[in-house]
C-alpha cells in the first residue's frame, strides 16, 4: 500500500485511538462508550432490521435532494454565469437563501407544506441549491470564449455545445459542488428528520436522543457516516479526479 492510501488509513487509526483514550478517561459506559461496547447494539438493530429500514430511508431523502439541488443548482449557476443580466437581478436572492438558516427554511416548509416528505426534500433542496448555484456560477464565467466563438463559427447546435463545450469545461466545478453538496445535505436531512418525520437517521437519534442513550446514537450516527465515507470515497473523489484529468492530459 502506497503513502497516499495509507496516510487515510492512519488518520483513522488516530481518531479512533482518540476515542478509545476518551472513553477510557470518561470510565462511563453510558456517557462515552468504547467502540466495540457498540458492537452488540450494532448487531441488535442489524438484526431486527431496523437499522437497514431508517439507513434506507436517509439514503432516499439524500438522493432526492441530492438530485434536486444539483440539477436546479447547475442550471441557475450557468444561466447566471453566463448572463450578466439575469446575474445581476438574481445575486440578491442568492446572498438571501445563502445566510438564511437551514432550521428557517425547515420550520417554515414544514408549516407552509406539513410534516410530508415533499416538505422535507424541499427544505434540504433549497438549502443546497444556492451553493451549488454559486460553485457553478464561477465554473461558467471561467469558461474559454474562444471554444464559444469556434462553436458559433461550426454552428453547433445548443445541445451539441452545451455538450462538447460547456460540460466538459464546468465537469470540474460540478464535482466539486456535488462532493461539497453530499456532505452538507446529509446533515441537514438528519434536522430534516430530527425535527418532522417518523423515519430515518434523524428520527432514530432523536429518539435515543429522548433516552439518553448514547451508546445508541454513535450506532445510528456511525452507520450513516461509513455509507456517506464509502460514497465520498468509491464514487465522488474518482469523478472528481476523471473530471480534473483533461486539464492535466
Same mark, same amino acid.
Not at 4 to 9: A, H
Not at 86 to 93: C, F, G, I, Y
Given at each position: 500500500m502506497?503513502?497516499?492510501?495509507?496516510?487515510?488509513?492512519?488518520?483513522l487509526a488516530g481518531l479512533l485511538a482518540l476515542w478509545v483514550v476518551a472513553a477510557m478517561l470518561t470510565a462511563d459506559a453510558q456517557i462515552l462508550p468504547s467502540p466495540w461496547q457498540l458492537g452488540a447494539p450494532f448487531a441488535q438493530e442489524l438484526a431486527s432490521g431496523e437499522l437497514l429500514h431508517h439507513?434506507? +430511508?436517509?439514503?432516499?431523502?439524500?438522493?432526492?435532494?441530492?438530485?434536486? +439541488?444539483?440539477?436546479? %443548482?447547475?442550471?441557475?449557476?450557468?444561466?447566471? %454565469?453566463?448572463? +450578466?443580466?439575469?446575474? +445581476?437581478?438574481?445575486?440578491?436572492?442568492?446572498?438571501v437563501f445563502l445566510n438564511l438558516p437551514a432550521l428557517v427554511l425547515i420550520v417554515l416548509c414544514y408549516l407552509w407544506i406539513g410534516l410530508t416528505e415533499a416538505a422535507a426534500i424541499t427544505a434540504v433542496t433549497l438549502n443546497k441549491v444556492p451553493n451549488v448555484a454559486v460553485v457553478i456560477r464561477e465554473g461558467a464565467r471561467a469558461l474559454d470564449p474562444e471554444l464559444d466563438a469556434m462553436a458559433r463559427i461550426y454552428r453547433m447546435g445548443w445541445m451539441a455545445r452545451m455538450r462538447h463545450v460547456i460540460f466538459p469545461q464546468l465537469a470540474p466545478f460540478v464535482a466539486a459542488a456535488a462532493r461539497s453538496g453530499v456532505a452538507v445535505i446529509w446533515k441537514i436531512v438528519l434536522v430534516v428528520e430530527f425535527l418532522g418525520r417518523s423515519s430515518g437517521i434523524g428520527f432514530q437519534i432523536h429518539l435515543y436522543f429522548q433516552l439518553f442513550d448514547v451508546a445508541m446514537v454513535l450506532v445510528y450516527a456511525f452507520s450513516f457516516i461509513t455509507v456517506m465515507l464509502l460514497v465520498e470515497w468509491l464514487v465522488l473523489q474518482p469523478l472528481e479526479r476523471r473530471a480534473r484529468r483533461w486539464r492535466s492530459a
Open positions: 502506497n503513502a497516499s492510501r495509507l496516510t487515510p488509513v492512519l488518520s439507513l434506507g +430511508a436517509t439514503l432516499v431523502r439524500v438522493i432526492w435532494a441530492f438530485a434536486l +439541488a444539483m440539477t436546479l %443548482g447547475t442550471v441557475l449557476g450557468i444561466v447566471m %454565469g453566463r448572463s +450578466a443580466a439575469t446575474n +445581476a437581478w438574481l445575486d440578491p436572492w442568492l446572498v
